[in-house]
């Protein structure tokens, strides 16, 4: 089945910087890619999307890009704000196989 | 747009007990997920509906696990009996389609613990 890796598994920024988070899938086939922000004890909840015909997407201060030869994927926030810290999730596949997370801080 | 509803939001048994969990997707999506978070990791797909058919359910551990869905809506998942590492969340999430290129909305989740 698909395998997703995600790095880093823990990321520490200053307020106003940007943050990236990298992942890896290895189907082929795989023609979506979504990124979840999890709050904690809260539900998974999508913040950008790319599909496999589209090389980069822009929502705001998130942009996500995708390389379908290399197979890997990135979500990149700008200006990062404090109530962006959560744990954030890239998934793929048929049915979404999920990375296991990155758990972002952003220091005041 | 009423979201995915769960219930019960937490449960604590005892090993070897039996457990259920009830989920309600989102009116007119087709498809029902259920997930297994474990603690510091993604959600892990157990089981797939489509309508209520079963699409995948290829990482159930069927000897304990069960889930249906009856006349295409609301879901069940079982666990009999269960065993400690079953404590986790388990998110139910729905969808317009299949496919994979669909937008999946989670409900709350219920947390288990397996003492």
């Known amino acids: 089945g698909e395998n997703v890796e995600q790095h880093p598994s823990t990321l520490s920024v200053q307020e106003g910087d940007s943050a990236v988070i990298k992942c890896t899938y290895s189907d082929s086939a795989s023609n979506y890619f979504p990124w979840y922000k999890q709050e904690l004890g809260k539900r998974p909840q999508l913040i950008i999307d790319i599909r496999s015909n589209v090389g980069e997407k822009k929502d705001q201060r998130i942009a996500v890009t995708l390389n379908k030869t290399a197979k890997h994927f990135s979500l990149h926030i700008t200006e990062t704000q404090p109530e962006d810290s959560a744990v954030y999730f890239c998934?793929?596949?048929?049915?979404?196989?999920f990375g296991k997370g990155t758990s972002l801080l952003v220091t005041p | 747009e009423a979201g995915v509803a769960q219930s019960p939001r937490y449960k604590i048994i005892e090993k070897r007990q039996s457990v259920a969990f009830w989920c309600n997707p989102i009116?007119?999506?087709?498809?029902l997920y259920w997930y297994q978070q474990i603690l510091g990791q993604g959600p892990k797909l157990l089981i797939q509906f489509q309508n209520n058919g079963v699409v995948d359910d290829s990482q159930l551990p069927k000897d304990r696990f069960s889930a249906e869905r009856l006349k295409g809506v609301d879901s069940t998942l079982k666990i009999q009996p269960a065993k400690l590492e079953d404590s986790a969340v388990y998110l139910c999430a729905s969808s317009l389609g299949t496919g994979g290129v669909y937008e999946q909305y989670f409900g709350p989740g219920t947390r288990l613990t397996v003492t």
């Open positions: 009116s007119g999506h087709a498809t």
């Open positions: 998934a793929s596949g048929y049915a979404l196989n």
